[in-house]
């Protein structure tokens, strides 16, 4: 689906590898070296997952206030103009870095060669695919029934030349394992774009003002990622070098493409079928669920992707931090997904007003489906390191297949319809990796769900204390819903305690350094 934050398409960022696994990583000046010891490995993963979801949750911070005063000045058909715009944006997105960004970081050899190739093909992707944004724009209004996404779309196709000039620049900076480097652009991003909107959208330029900011945010992001990368292009060029990386960029596209048909079949068919409006509902009750849970599965991602990257050739310790990823993203997203599910009715009506009334159970259905994407999430990273990517794309095309009709079904019952599809369609997709994972790294399907289990356990115990306590203090207000969220930790701890002690332990363990 696309990343709604102000509208911003949505990048594939697991592992690309390369056939050979049996040579050795060598770091590019500055990166972090390999580290031994799987606790010290659990750390540092943990670690980097954490500076990189500052940089997130900074910026998210910012489009979470942003998200409450365009929720007060826009109407739900002028976010659903925009989502019609994005969902065309970000097909054309995956083909204009071309898998560029995961090539490089990959990539063991021979880097400033393959970041120029990269360079060059991806200027002429952005200019190409902005022509073709340009000329395709009309038939995409025509497909919605909505003929303000012409213009629309071709203002917010300027984006893809400007992402494409920065996606080498940010995969170095990834390469090096340099997360607090990207703090800076990723602030930037959302400080800029959600300034402007919010300026623009004030004064009555509805969807047109979330276009505008998000074009101004993109360019912000890839000016400083320039400057903070401390890379640059040379005219050392090698044709062999630049058939690998173009070998891999079409590997990653082809799986990025089918991924995004079965991420926006959602959108396309509320769009589609329900209109502007109902797209404009569901787009809002996307809008947390995805800014605290669907973008935690993309810094995993990207702290996952050249962790397991360097440990693709011991299959043990690459099972061992395979595990601790499911057990530690469980033990923050599920109860995540619970609570947000549990207090969607308060929030709405606090924060968005009771215009968007019509969005509460589609967000809290879409917050437990995020919840449950997130067990799957990681093997999609890991079968990459593990060279075997085909298994993404035969997985893909084997969740699109029943997710069409569940979609479609959906419909009959309004966006509410589609998001309790969203629950099914998780349901099997989760069913089918979980399988798979557990041959490719040759562990029983028993030790997954035993990982998951406490957290899973402590967040239905949350849920069912906290649904009835939700109808109590909604009418509270602010005060209500602080109570509501910090009862909820407070019975969720408590429960994960009395289930799970050694979970807490050793969580405790990976975050405080040894002494």
């Given amino acids: 689906m696309p990343d709604h934050e102000l509208f911003t398409p949505a990048r594939d960022e697991e592992c690309a590898v390369e056939p050979n696994l049996t040579e050795t990583i060598v770091p590019t000046p ?20 954490l ?8 910026g998210k ?3 979470f206030a942003t998200t409450v005063i365009l929720a007060r000045l826009l109407l739900p058909e002028e976010l659903g103009l925009v989502g019609y715009s994005l969902i065309a944006l970000q097909y054309l997105g995956l083909l204009n870095l071309f898998g560029m960004d995961a090539a490089l970081i990959s990539r063991r050899d021979r880097v400033q060669e393959a970041a120029n190739a990269a360079l060059l093909l991806n200027i002429g992707t952005g200019a190409l695919l902005f022509g073709a944004a340009w000329v395709g724009a009309p038939w995409v209004a025509k497909f919605f029934h909505a003929e303000p996404v012409t213009h629309l779309l071709r203002l917010l196709a300027l984006s893809l030349p400007m992402s494409a000039l920065g996606a080498v620049p940010d995969a170095l900076v990834q390469r090096e394992l340099r997360f607090k480097a990207r703090l800076l652009p990723e602030f930037a991003r959302s400080l800029l774009k959600g300034a402007i909107s919010v300026a623009l959208a004030w004064r009555g330029m509805g969807a047109l003002s979330l276009v505008i900011g998000h074009i101004a945010g993109e ?3 890839t000016v400083l990622v320039w400057i903070l990368a401390r890379w ?23 799986i990025g493409i089918l991924g995004a048909l079965f991420g926006n079949i959602d959108f396309l ?9 109902a797209l404009g509902y569901y787009t809002l009750a996307y809008r947390i669920p995805e800014l605290l849970l669907a973008n935690t599965n993309v810094v995993v991602a990207r702290v996952a992707y050249p962790l397991f990257c360097r440990l693709r050739s011991d299959a043990q310790q690459l099972r061992a931090t395979y595990f601790n990823y499911v057990r530690y993203m469980s033990l923050l997203i599920f109860p995540a997904g619970v609570g ?8 709405v009506l606090l924060f968005y007003s009771s215009r968007w009334t019509p969005s509460i159970l589609s967000m809290q259905l879409i917050s437990i489906a995020l919840a449950l994407s997130s067990i799957g999430f990681v093997p999609g990273v890991l079968y990459k390191a593990y060279n075997r990517p085909e298994i993404l794309t035969r997985l893909a095309v084997v969740k699109t ?3 069409i009709p569940i979609f479609w079904y959906g419909t009959r019952w309004g966006i509410a319809g589609v998001a309790c599809g969203q629950i099914v369609t998780m349901i099997i997709n989760v069913a089918l990796d979980v399988a798979v994972v557990s041959r490719v790294l040759h562990f029983k399907v028993s030790e997954n769900l035993r990982a998951l289990a406490p957290a899973a356990f402590a967040s239905v115990v949350m849920g069912l204390a906290g649904l009835p306590l939700a109808r109590i203090l909604a009418p509270a207000g602010v005060l209500g819903l602080a109570t509501l969220v910090l009862c909820g930790i407070t019975v969720y701890g408590l429960t994960l305690i009395f289930v799970s002690r050694e979970s807490i332990v050793q969580a405790r363990k990976v975050l405080l350094p040894s002494r």
């Fill in 61 to 63: 911070a910012l489009s």
């Fill in 51 to 58: 500076w990189t979801y500052l940089a997130f949750a900074s």
């Fill in 269 to 277: 068919f509320v769009g589609r079928v329900l209109g502007a409006g």
């Fill in 401 to 403: 297949i029943p997710a």
């Fill in 232 to 254: 640059r292009p040379t005219f050392v060029f090698d044709a062999r070098v630049a058939r690998e990386v173009t070998r891999f960029g079409a590997h990653i596209v082809a």
């Fill in 30 to 49: 500055g990166a972090s070296q390999v580290i031994d010891s799987p606790l010290e490995m659990s750390r540092h993963a943990l670690r980097g997952s």
């Fill in 340 to 347: 947000l599910a549990v207090t969607a009715a308060p929030f």
């Fill in 219 to 221: 360019g912000s992001a």
